[in-house]
Each structure stands twice: as structure tokens, then as C-alpha cells.
């Protein structure tokens, strides 16, 4: 199975900074069949980007999602205050379906 | 808009057959794929399997010997039941519209493993 590796663990930035998520893949993902949750809690995951960079519905423009291959990065341009969760990636390129084990955005 | 609610016992003993059913609304069951996502403190989040309409499945090989999913397209929900469960098996369950990734989620429902 595909063992996604996130980092770093924990991000601790200000509102208004820029964040970077990484997600490694053991192997290359196929066609870059790649997704990014954010999770509050309390709650199920939202999703935030498949296919490595298409937004889903309603997601503002400042997630961006980039990568191929075992590479992948999501990033938050401009952190807004309810943008401060857990962010989880998610292959679908090969069964099983496998989540990384997440990175948290904190407020600094 | 598609709305998913899992329901079931929040408690269940060791080595008892886990049961949970999932009720789409605002939608039809068909013809989508359906999942059953689970997230535990020490596994995080783990695909369980999923479901087509017509009956299909694929399950996750760590469970496979332990898990069923099933359907029932008159009533619009699916099912999954998970027989044999230790402690481990605690977590929230999640229920989720499959399209390879996860789009729309239930809102999870806890499940105990304990005597």
C-alpha cells in the first residue's frame, strides 16, 4: 500500500501568512490522484483539492493545490482565522485508499 | 445537496459484530459509490471500503476478513457491519459519497469496543 508521510507535524503561523503542507508518497501516486481535506473538530473532513490541484466546489481561491509523482504540496496563500485545522492528504491511485496521518495549522 | 447520517449502538462489546447504517437524503443512492471511513487517536483515518449501487464492493485488506458493506437502494442507505472487535476497533465512523476521494460525509458516529 501507498504510506502518505505529511509534514511538518505542526504549523504555527500568523493570520495572513502563507502556509505550506508537504505529502510524500512511498511510490508515485498514477495520474496524480491526489486529494486535500481540512478537518475542525468536531467535524468530518471538507474537501479541499483532488486531482492534486482542482478545487472543489466552493473552496476559496487561496488553497492551492500542486505535486506529481511522490511530491505534492497544498498551500494557503493568506491565512484567514477559520483556516486554523488539521489538513489531511489522500491517494486514490491505488487500493488500498490510504490518508497521511495529517499536519496541524495553529495560531501562533 | 447530498446529506449522509450514520446511525447505530455507540457501544459494543469485544468480539460482537459491529453494525452501522448510513441514510442518504437529498439525493439518490444510485448511481454513486459509497464508503465507510473510520478515525481512530492511534490509526487516523482509515478506508474501510466502499460500495457501488448495483452491490459491488472492495474492502481494505486489513479488514477484509472482518468486514461486510452492503445496500438497500429501496430505503436509500447502506450498511456496514465488522464482526469480531477488539479494542481497536474503537474510533468514529464516517460514512462518505465515494468518487474516488471523499466529497460529502456524514457526520460520524463514535463506537466503543468495551465489556
Known amino acids: 500500500e501507498i504510506v502518505l508521510t505529511q509534514s511538518p507535524g505542526t504549523l504555527s503561523l500568523f493570520p495572513g501568512e502563507r502556509a505550506i503542507l508537504s505529502c510524500r508518497a512511498s511510490?508515485?501516486?498514477?495520474?496524480?490522484?491526489l486529494a486535500w481535506y481540512q478537518q475542525k473538530p468536531g467535524q468530518p473532513p471538507r474537501l479541499l483539492i483532488y486531482g492534486a490541484s482542482s478545487r472543489a466546489t466552493d473552496i476559496p481561491d487561496r488553497f492551492s493545490g500542486s505535486g506529481s509523482g511522490t511530491d505534492f504540496t497544498l498551500t494557503i496563500s493568506r491565512l484567514e482565522p477559520e483556516d486554523f485545522a488539521v489538513y489531511y492528504c489522500?491517494?486514490?491511485?491505488?487500493?488500498?485508499?490510504?490518508f497521511g496521518q495529517g499536519t496541524k495549522v495553529e495560531i501562533q | 445537496q447530498v446529506q449522509l447520517q450514520e446511525s447505530g449502538p455507540g457501544l459494543v462489546k469485544p468480539s460482537d459484530t459491529l453494525s452501522l447504517t448510513c441514510t442518504v437524503s437529498?439525493?439518490?443512492?444510485?448511481?454513486?459509490?459509497w464508503s465507510w471511513i473510520r478515525q481512530s487517536p492511534g490509526k487516523g483515518l482509515e478506508w474501510i471500503g466502499y460500495?457501488?449501487?448495483?452491490?459491488?464492493?472492495n474492502y481494505n485488506p486489513s479488514l477484509k476478513s472482518r468486514v461486510s458493506i452492503s445496500v438497500d437502494t429501496s430505503k436509500n442507505q447502506f450498511s456496514l457491519k465488522l464482526n469480531s472487535v477488539t479494542a481497536a476497533d474503537t474510533a468514529v465512523y464516517y460514512c462518505a459519497r465515494y468518487q474516488q476521494y471523499f466529497q460529502h460525509w456524514g457526520p460520524g458516529t463514535l463506537v466503543t469496543v468495551s465489556s
Open positions: 511510490q508515485s501516486v498514477s495520474s496524480s490522484y
Open positions: 437529498g439525493g439518490s443512492i444510485s448511481p454513486y459509490y
Open positions: 489522500q491517494q486514490y491511485g491505488d487500493s488500498p485508499r490510504t
Open positions: 460500495i457501488y449501487y448495483g452491490g459491488s464492493t
